[in-house]
T-cell receptor, first 111, second 116 residues
Framework: DAKTTQPTSMDCAEGRAANLPCNHSTISGNEYVYWYRQIHSQGPQYIIHGLKNNETNEMASLIITEDRKSSTLILPHATLRDTAVYYCIVRKETSGSRLTFGEGTQLTVNP | NAGVMQNPRHLVRRRGQEARLRCSPM?????VYWYRQLPEEGLKFMVY????????ESGMPKERFSAEFPKEGPSILRIQQVVRGDSAAYFC??????????????FGPGTRLTVL
């Protein structure tokens, strides 16, 4: 699975959009981009995933660049409860199911 | 539909004792994964099991650790002769039967093991 690079930490004001970047310059054609988050002391939570088209669900939007070397997770209206570590994971859809977590980005939403 | 359940939520053991961590997957899920999170570190994959089979144990320490997922009952992660370095949060995840693609993994709340 391709390696990802994320900023260590980010801050966001409550009610504003949080844009979390992820670089995955070595991604291959059959690898997907997944996002999970881990709120302090809880189990990770799936957010969204995509291959090359932008994706949106009730939690977030995922924007993947045309060359697929980077992506951005967007939380449109961040709340205090969105404070968490966000993990960007790149993997093949059928690569044995394990998730390889990196360091992630600590997002702090401030009132 | 109840989520992934893990028990106990907190477990304290003395060095040399055994620790048994249990995981009940979501209803209808036949795939279980165990991950470990050491203090101030990221989550690391340990083992992937289906009913009665270990599919991938490449993340398991070579000694003292074992896992099972019997036909009936929860998945068990067993740590024999615990040492202080085993103190960590252990997370279990489950996913439904895969049909040629990946399915979202649903995580439990974790078991926090403290070794005195």
């Amino acid at each position: 699975d391709a390696k990802t690079t994320q900023p260590t930490s980010m801050d966001c004001a409550e009610g504003r959009a949080a844009n979390l970047p992820c670089n995955h310059s070595t991604i291959s054609g059959n690898e997907y981009v997944y996002w999970y988050r881990q709120i302090h002391s809880q189990g990770p939570q799936y957010i969204i995933h995509g291959l090359k088209n932008n994706e949106t669900n009730e939690m977030a939007s995922l924007i993947i660049t045309e060359d697929r070397k980077s992506s951005t997770l967007i939380l449109p209206h961040a709340t205090l409860r969105d404070t968490a570590v966000y993990y960007c994971i790149v993997r093949k859809e059928t690569s044995g199911s394990r998730l390889t977590f990196g360091e992630g980005t600590q997002l702090t939403v401030n009132p | 539909n109840a989520g992934v359940m893990q028990n106990p939520r907190h477990l304290v053991r003395r060095r040399g004792q055994e620790a048994r961590l249990r995981c009940s997957p979501m209803k209808g899920h036949s795939h279980v994964y165990w991950y470990r999170q050491l203090p101030e570190e990221g989550l690391k994959f340990m083992v992937y099991l289906q009913k009665e089979n270990i599919i991938d144990e490449s993340g398991m320490p070579k000694e003292r650790f074992s896992a099972e997922f019997p036909k009936e009952g929860p998945s068990i992660l067993r740590i024999q002769q615990v040492v202080r370095g085993d103190s960590a949060a252990y997370f279990c995840a489950s996913s439904p039967t895969q049909r040629g693609g990946w399915n979202e993994q649903f995580f439990g709340p974790g078991t926090r093991l403290t070794v005195l």
